[in-house]
């Protein structure tokens, strides 16, 4: 490899390094962990069999504890301390769930409890996880110096005051999970130590022994090497997974955290650059083995640190080599760029790009931390934030954060003011009268989705009541800031960050749809609402005008003021009306414009709409132009998405960027950059890219079998185009046709 100079960043002393851009190869261990997990990809995980089972268990046993808290503290521990530990050939990280078929006695233990126990459970609903933890925590205290805070938090209480005595009943159940968590790392170690005495290689055997050994260490006492922190990290995520019934942890900042003991490793020669690339590997991996297809879950790398310097270091390169080695749905990778970041990251990211793998996101660093701080975050905490599954904004070790919650349908709220229902159901909503006017028109769209979003926001704040009542995560808020502080766990308060975020699906289908209107209706007036009405219930059949006069109106993504300027008024009024209302805690409801799978569901649920998309077609899969209307190239589109307010959307924006493949991938390279940085610094929030040509998707679609890890993306995230929807596929290929 060649040797550059690598700058020195945030700590990073000055020295010639071999080139990190150079994509390096994979170790051969990776490839054989990829293979195997790419075989179980697309199947089932019954993950929670027995996680169910042991929580039954626990539940019922725990029924003599009187307090709540205590209670939900020691299912947590209970299940972790006797969930089966599961060591696979060549792993050097453990933690993941068994997956282990019940016996005959238990899944009849488990109906009961299904038909009996579980139905008497008073309801804790409302969304879970979606967050990265503080890992500092994790790897500075272990959960030895966790156990020494809760207990000095203990002896300042007076258990005479009410409120104390509520603390008291939170850390007793916070004590009870972390000794469960102890218990499993003890677990693993037995295991890999069984294993290693039966184990025929030496080789092997050794690694089981070092498994062993990092087990007995951590997470139970700080970290004190760049594997024990790894698999600390990768063991606490798993384990609030396990111990809580839920997915979609975030690993948060590992260039960041991880970067301490990589540098003294690398310097005093106990680690090698291979081996650590082996090791992040291995974690990237992990999160397949234990995540379903079709979520999100990953990390973010770079952006600036509170004092405004860009971070980038080593280990952010070595963590976008990842993707190239992993070619997983897992982990989602997002780069936080800003104007500082080094052209040779920007240069590895988008090589990676070029070759057709669907990582990193672009992420706008400053942007994103602008409307952070517009929230009332202090700067520590703005510039630490996840994409928390797809595009969504939560602060890093400080969140109660509900993200897409809910999604709403700004075609279907356009289409009750016209009268127009959702496919298969009735309208419900009372068709206002033709208003006389287009400024009319948008008011009567203003009232309709103000509604829905009141309604949603109730509905959520319900949810977040219930969890006062019902819920609690005492594992979990020992990880989350300021929970032990005030004594109170997350579901009752103790997380900073208590927002809501609502996402908007279908944004340029709206768009378009009002450009249309007002052109046809109001301004030629050769369209009436009873006759849009009569083409959109036909689905355009028998109304080939009609559809041809919208096809010539005006479209969202081309650089056209005329469409444009009513992306701008609609995604200024529901900022305005997200502002109206607050969270059960008293939090901001911020608004989002990315939508996962659900462009597909909402559109398969929505007639034909005034921009000419048919009935139950998707809708636009994100904030960019709907699906065939970039009529004018690649600068077009960008200049046109960023003239409307990015900041304050920290629900989530993805646009998505096409490009067709080249046979020299460092060319498409070469003219990708400019176009993406372009984006980003015109002030998008976030860009992804596909570059895969229609004739390979259709390929897949027809021989799947030799697709199996043919990842692309959606909306926000990635996925497995063979485990699509016909109708997701079929908007895919309608996406790289047009590339």
Known sequence: ???????????????????????????????????????????????????????????????????????????????????????????????KFSCRPLTEDERAEVEVWRRVGAPALSRAEGQRAHMAVDYERVLRLGVKGVRELIARYRARLDLSRAEDLEADHFYRGCLAALDGLVALANRYADRAEEMARSEQDA???????????????????PAETFREAVQSVHFVTWALCAGNRFLLMQLGRPDRYLWPYYERDISSGVLTREEAVELLDCLAIMLNEYTPRGLAVGWMVGGRDETGRDVTNELTYLMLQTIDHVRMAYPGIGLCWNPDTPGELMDLACRLLARGRSHPALFADDVITRGLLQLGLPHRDACQYIHSTCVEITPIAISNVYVASPYYNLVQALHDVLGVPPVGGSHGVEPVPQPPTFDALMEAWKARIGAMVAEGVAEQNRAMMSRVHNGGFPLLSCFVN???????????????????????????????????????????????????????????????????????????????????????????????????????????????????????????????????RPAGFPLADGSGPAQGRERQGPTAMVRSVTKWNHAPMIGGIAVNMRFQPRPDPDELAATMRPVLETFLKLGGFE?????????????????????????????GYSDYFVGLSPEMQAEVIARAELA
């Open 203 to 221: 080789g092997r055997r050794a690694e089981l022994l070092e498994i062993a050994a990092i087990c007995r260490r951590v997470p139970e006492h």
């Open 1 to 95: 490899m060649n040797d550059k100079q690598v700058p020195a960043r945030s700590g990073m002393h000055a020295r010639t390094e071999p080139n990190l851009t150079e994509l390096m190869p994979a170790a051969a261990r990776v490839e054989r962990l990829r293979e195997r997990a790419l075989k179980h990809a697309h199947e089932p995980m019954p993950l929670f069999d027995e996680i169910e089972l042991l929580t039954a268990r626990s539940w019922l046993a725990s029924a003599g504890e009187p307090d709540h808290m205590v209670r939900r503290g020691m299912l947590a521990g209970d299940v972790l301390r006797n969930v089966t530990p599961r060591i696979d050939d060549d792993e050097l990280l453990v933690g």
């Open 687 to 715: 860009a992804q890219v596909n570059v895969v040509g229609a004739d390979i998707l259709r390929d897949a679609q027809a021989h799947p079998e030799r697709h199996r890890d043919l990842v692309v993306r959606i909306a």
């Open 482 to 612: 300021d929970c032990l502080a005030r004594g109170k766990d997350i579901d009752r308060g103790g997380a900073r960050a208590n927002w809501i975020e609502s996402s908007f699906v279908g944004l340029a289908n709206l768009v378009d749809s009002l450009a249309a209107i007002r052109e046809l209706v109001y301004e030629r007036k050769t369209m009436s609402f009873d006759q849009l009405r009569a083409g959109l219930a036909s689905n355009f059949e028998g109304h080939p005008d009609l559809q041809a006069a919208i096809q010539r109106t005006p479209k969202y993504g081309n650089d056209d003021d005329r469409a444009d300027e009513i992306a701008v008024r609609v995604t200024e009024y529901l900022l305005e009306v997200c502002e109206r209302h607050r969270s059960y805690w008293g939090d901001a409801v911020v608004p989002g414009f990315f939508c996962w799978i659900m462009h597909e569901h909402l559109g398969r649920m929505t007639l034909a709409s005034c921009d000419g």
